[in-house]
């Protein structure tokens, strides 16, 4: 999907979340270009950026950029981990703060609750929950 990226602080590669709409931006003549097909609180790759500068009052100026929904680290239930499947993100109720999968599990940033992804690569380790929990960290791919 393409959308426009900072001209001077943005490469192939990069990532970033997408914060929504800044007041300013609401009377922009490209707001649909820049903002139309992202979705608040989703983490976007950057995979080709084209040469057309535009200007911006938030940034000075932007380039056309080609995005995708960057692949994500979570921790999910193994008995419904099947390689390669479309999944229902939900997350899973954990309040301790200072386990090293504690940001896999909970509110992952790049899901919400209900989003669908794709599951790219499954770890051959399971987890080793302090809850209990059976799980499996997974990279995924959010699904727009």
Do not use: W
């Amino acid at each position: 999907m393409k959308t426009l990226v900072s001209a001077e602080l943005t490469k192939v590669g990069e990532k970033f979340i997408h914060a929504g709409m800044a007041n300013v931006c609401k009377k922009c003549r490209l707001k649909k270009v820049c903002m139309g097909n992202l979705k608040i609180g989703r983490i976007y790759k950057i995979v080709k950026i084209y040469d057309k500068i535009f200007p911006c009052e938030i940034y000075g100026s932007v380039k056309l950029a080609e995005v995708e929904p960057a692949p994500l680290l979570i921790a999910y239930p193994s008995s419904k981990v099947i390689s390669n499947a479309l999944m229902t993100y939900s997350q899973i109720p954990c309040d301790i703060s200072d386990c090293e999968y504690f940001s896999y599990c909970g509110k992952v940033r790049g899901l919400k609750e209900g989003d669908k992804f794709k599951i790219v690569k499954v770890a051959i380790e399971k987890i080793r929950c302090r809850k209990g929990y059976d799980l499996r960290l997974l990279e995924v791919q959010p699904i727009v």
